[in-house]
């Protein structure tokens, strides 16, 4: 294990403001290596900006986020190289084709092997036919595949995921479950955001329900996840 990695992911009590608008409130989360964590809630419960704070690109108004013990100030600029995040903006140049787009990223995280490992996070994508061809030209699904291998492409301990399954097929998606589980496997903690419940029951080990920028519940996912959600808003 490298200096900057880390098994325990620790939300302690952050809020977040943007101006008068509190957009989180004194929320608390653990998330632990090998498991996958759903962050469910309607539009505007502060799914994305949780995941913004703790991809380190928005910092908190109060609280803190840890990395095993560490703040992102105490483990240094080495964190963002164990973290990978799909957020709403899939960070893809549409000028460059699908292989220029991974290289590109590489070489940014100055990543070795970097021809075999572009050509395996291709071919993880189903975009072995369009590897040459211009993002510009590219399906919303396809772009989301391409977006997802890029956030994984440097191996990252921690991934986040921002509505993941948006604009995917149904092959897509499913393809998506299985990489998730492969993630899993490899002891990488994955929080995920998703307004689909029911491939979130089949996938996620935990569920925090966010309302109005406030935890609401946190507990195992065995069955039954959208009846409880449901009953989780209408009670708060």
């Known amino acids: 294990m490298n200096g900057s990695d880390f098994q325990q992911l620790s ?10 608008r509190r957009a989180l409130s004194h929320v608390s989360l653990e998330c632990r290596g090998g498991e996958i964590v759903g962050l469910l809630g309607p539009n505007g419960a502060g799914k994305s900006t949780l995941l913004s704070i703790v991809s380190t690109l928005v910092s908190p108004s109060a609280g803190e986020i ?29 000028e460059l084709t699908a292989r220029e787009n991974l290289t590109f990223f590489a070489h940014l995280y100055r990543l070795s092997s ?5 050509t395996r996070a291709i071919e993880r994508a189903g975009l072995e036919t369009r590897s040459e061809d211009q993002v510009a ?5 396809m772009r989301q595949r391409l977006a997802l291998e890029r956030a994984l492409l440097h191996e990252p301990r921690l991934v986040l995921l921002d509505e993941p399954f948006t604009g995917l097929d149904d092959a897509s998606a499913s393809a998506l479950v299985s990489r998730l589980g492969e993630l899993k496997t490899q002891g990488c903690i994955v929080l995920l ?8 029951e089949g996938i996620v080990d935990r ?9 609401v519940s946190l507990e195992q996912v065995a069955s039954a ?3 409880r959600y449901r009953q989780h808003l209408h009670q708060h």
Do not use: C, M, Q, W
């Open 11 to 20: 939300i302690v009590d952050v809020s977040r403001n943007f101006g008068r």
């Open 66 to 94: 840890r990395y095993g013990g560490r703040t992102a100030r105490e483990a240094g600029p080495g964190l963002r190289a164990r973290l990978g995040f799909l957020s709403h903006d899939l960070h893809l140049y549409p």
């Open 114 to 118: 970097v021809d075999a490992r572009v």
């Open 137 to 141: 030209g590219f399906s919303r699904g």
């Open 193 to 200: 955001a998703t307004h689909d419940l029911e491939v979130a």
């Open 207 to 215: 569920a925090a329900v966010l309302k109005d920028g406030r935890l």
């Open 225 to 227: 996840l959208r009846e």
